[in-house]
């Protein structure tokens, strides 16, 4: 009997286990080790956030669905990898905290015979001074990037509505808090979102609505930007965006790195090297992620972190990492397999996987500060990489340790994002796009690096109605509801 052990149990982590769990069966184990007791479909997070979604509806109980699945669940965090044993014990484990109410701190090893690391990211708010701390948010802003994060953000979003009406104007800024920041689309979602419900509560000429970001050009997304099909043209995102946002009245200031988060004011260095501050009375700045700072452990003790992890903290894969200056870089650079090139029983999915170079062309104000996304690695690509990971483990267990890997590069993937603009059965509206393949390859499409014909978006009332459908498809996907291996990731 074979162990695979998971590391997360987030959209990517879910995804690898249970499907590995579905074609493994009875004959070998899956453990999934997670700190949260609930899983949460982050996209919905935005509704949460400006109150048109409760948090019961956007998360659900973990352990029956994996008891279900036949998934061994432990609810805990872990701390580091030994990929060669120790001492005693050539079988590599894992070292995990627990994180149940009454049993904080008790720590357990966890032999595996495959590891998967999908830890998702470490949110970063202490890279920024005063948008938090190691602890988590700061007190001076909100988040979106969890549920209760959410719930905290509509209760804070609420108190300005309650002063709008009492008159009072309100400064909205909303955007990315740091200049390494990646996903831009949440934020995207999130301001919008706050402009439907401000229209819907009838204090909108009370509000001054500002982005804030870390891109170069409004809608680049940390994938460089795109040129999409739309109505019959190819349309940039740039204009798609800039049109957007002067439709909706909405300013924005880009190429921006927020360097302090003070009460009621952000300041912040643009890519000409220029320094500026914006004032606000809500804010909602998503923070740069970082690897969760897992340690790895050689049989003889030594400390081989910097040998399985990269510097951001993110897991090594199959990628090309000496691909040097922004001119080398290669569609082929990215990973296929998402193997480590170290220790073959280990794999990366999701936003666990060190990427090998951003997607957007790499800046620099002339103080030498970086200010460029960093590369998208959530939502539709996520899980294609933990169902195809899962897959390589699953035939490596059952067919032999000569088995061929699986590849899903998001150099030769496509993807669909549905952008929430606002919620409404009738008045809501959503930018509907799909991009192929996620990183552009210009020796194949020379000019635009994509294929025109796969990559298109439109915004209207029908991509909100498919953005609130496919929330209830991939919750019930999730649940391992009837049919549920039959939804696309």
């Not at 969890?146 to 300005?160: F, G, I, Q, W, Y």
């Not at 501050?277 to 003889?300: N, T």
């Not at 922004?326 to 999701?350: H, L, M, R, V």
């Not at 959503?430 to 298109?456: C, E, H, L, Q, S």
Request: negative net charge.
């Amino acid at each position: 009997m074979a162990r695979l052990v998971v590391l997360g149990g987030g959209v990517s982590g879910h995804t690898a286990a249970t499907f590995a769990a579905k074609w493994l069966g009875s004959a070998h184990e899956v453990v999934v080790v997670t700190p949260n007791s609930k899983w949460n479909w982050i996209p919905s997070n935005i509704w949460v956030g400006v109150g048109q979604m409760s948090k019961e509806d956007v998360t659900f109980d973990l352990a029956p669905v994996y008891a279900k699945a036949g998934i061994i669940y432990h609810q805990a965090k872990a701390l580091g990898i030994h990929p060669e044993g120790n001492e005693t014990s050539d079988k590599p484990y894992v070292v995990v905290e627990s994180t149940i109410d009454g049993e904080d701190g008790k720590i357990e090893n966890i032999e595996y015979d495959y590891l998967i690391n999908a830890t998702g990211p470490k949110l970063n708010f202490a890279a920024t001074p005063g948008l938090g701390d190691a602890n988590g948010l700061g007190e001076f802003t909100v988040s979106v990037c969890t549920a209760d994060h959410a719930v905290h953000a509509n209760e804070e979003l609420e108190k300005t509505i309650v002063k709008m009406k009492n008159g009072e104007r309100q400064k909205f800024l909303i955007g990315t808090g740091h200049g390494l920041c990646t996903c831009q689309g949440a934020a995207f979602e999130y301001i919008f979102n706050i402009e439907h419900e401000l229209n819907k509560a009838g204090v909108r000429d009370m509000a001054d609505i500002k982005w804030i970001s870390n891109e170069s050009f409004l809608g680049d997304f940390g994938v460089g930007g795109l040129h999409m099909k739309s109505m019959g043209f190819a349309v940039s995102s740039k204009i798609f965006a800039e049109s957007l946002f002067t439709e909706r009245n909405v300013d924005w200031i880009i190429g921006a790195h927020v360097n302090k988060v003070e009460k009621g004011k952000v300041h912040y260095e643009l890519l000409s090297g220029e320094m500026g501050e914006e004032e606000f009375d809500f804010s909602m700045l998503i923070p740069p992620f970082a690897g969760v700072g897992l340690k790895a452990i050689a049989k003889d003790g030594t400390d081989i972190t910097a040998t399985l992890f990269a510097p951001n903290g993110f897991l090594k894969v199959d990628a090309n990492y000496a691909a040097g200056a922004y001119e080398n870089w290669k569609a082929s650079d990215w990973p296929k397999t998402y193997q480590n090139p170290t220790y073959g029983n280990i794999f990366a999915c999701g936003i666990a996987f060190a990427p090998p170079h951003p997607i957007s062309k790499p800046m620099s104000s002339p103080n030498g500060t970086p200010i460029n996304p960093t590369p998208p690695r959530t939502g539709m690509p996520s899980g294609i990489i933990g169902k195809a990971v899962a897959h390589s483990i699953c035939d490596r267990i059952t067919k032999g340790e000569n088995a061929p890997l699986h590849e899903a590069s998001m150099a030769d993937m496509g993807a669909a994002c549905v952008a929430s603009a606002g919620k409404g059965l009738f008045d809501g509206t959503a930018a509907a796009m799909t991009i192929y393949p996620v990183v552009p390859d210009f020796d194949k499409y020379p000019g635009t690096g994509r294929d025109t014909d796969y990559t298109f978006g439109e915004i209207g009332l029908a991509g909100h109605w498919i953005k609130h459908i496919l929330h209830h498809l991939f919750i019930w996907k999730a649940k391992l509801k009837f049919g549920w291996t039959l939804i696309p990731e």
